[in-house]
Nanobody, 122 residues
């Protein structure tokens, strides 16, 4: 079994910062791309940022220059540093990872975390 567990969500004032973490655990053989998605009430889930196992990053235009994605491959952990937060960043943030397991080392599958709430309000 594979688990992705997010942490770090909180209520913060506009202009503030938060750091989200996503820890992957279980029978993991190899992790490929990892990403952060978010879903605001009444809206579709959208990509925030993603990162390959080689460190190549990609960001949504709305967060460029404010958010930084990173990962520690040795710890199977991904991070999202969020600065200059705006009310429109309010959403549930989900972790996603494409990985293989020891049971099926040739088959890549996408896994999701349960989400962590980020609220930006004064």
């Amino acid at each position: 079994q594979v688990q992705l567990v997010e942490s770090g969500g909180d209520l913060v004032q506009p202009g503030g910062s938060l750091r989200l973490s996503c820890a992957a655990s279980g029978s993991i053989f190899s992790i490929y791309a990892m990403g952060w998605y978010r879903q605001a009430p009444g809206k579709q889930r959208e990509l925030v940022a993603d990162i390959t196992n080689g460190g190549t990053t990609n960001y949504a235009d709305s967060v460029k220059g404010r958010f930084t994605i990173s990962r520690d491959n040795a710890k199977n952990t991904m991070y999202l540093q969020m600065n200059s937060l705006k009310p429109e960043d309010t959403a549930v943030y989900y972790c996603n990872a494409v990985l293989t397991t020891f049971l099926n080392p040739a088959i890549r599958r996408a896994y999701w975390g349960q989400g962590t709430q980020v609220s930006v309000s004064s």
